[in-house]
């Protein structure tokens, strides 16, 4: 099977920064985009931003210039670089990848548990 397990959530104050991580682990044979959620209280997931195995990367209008995604495929981790931060921002930060467990098989999309960021004074 494949684990996706988030870190680097937090407490901080607005103008601050956070840097998540998420390692994958497993029966692993490939991995396709990375991407990362987020869920505000009371309200539905939303896309953050996305980086293929390539490196091409797209972000969330509400996060462009502020947000940085990037990947160490040699880790089978992806990041997310969180700058100027807003109380906006405050939401459970989800890791999702595509990802094919062997030669031949459909890639399936994992999710992780989940990570809190909270943006307050």
């Known amino acids: 099977q494949v684990q996706l397990v988030e870190s680097g959530g937090g407490l901080v104050q607005p103008g601050e920064s956070l840097r998540l991580s998420c390692a994958a682990s497993g029966s692993i044979f490939r991995i396709n985009d990375m991407s990362w959620y987020r869920q505000a209280p009371g309200k539905q997931r939303e896309f953050v931003a996305t980086i293929s195995g390539g490196g091409w990367s797209n972000y969330a209008d509400s996060v462009k210039g502020r947000f940085t995604i990037s990947r160490d495929n040699a880790k089978n981790s992806v990041y997310l670089q969180m700058n100027s931060l807003k109380p906006e921002d405050t939401a459970v930060y989800y890791c999702?990848?595509?990802?094919?467990?062997?030669?031949?098989?459909?890639?399936?999309?994992?999710w992780g548990q989940g990570t809190l960021v909270t943006v307050s004074s």
């Open positions: 999702n990848a595509n990802i094919r467990m062997r030669f031949g098989s459909v890639a399936i999309n994992y």
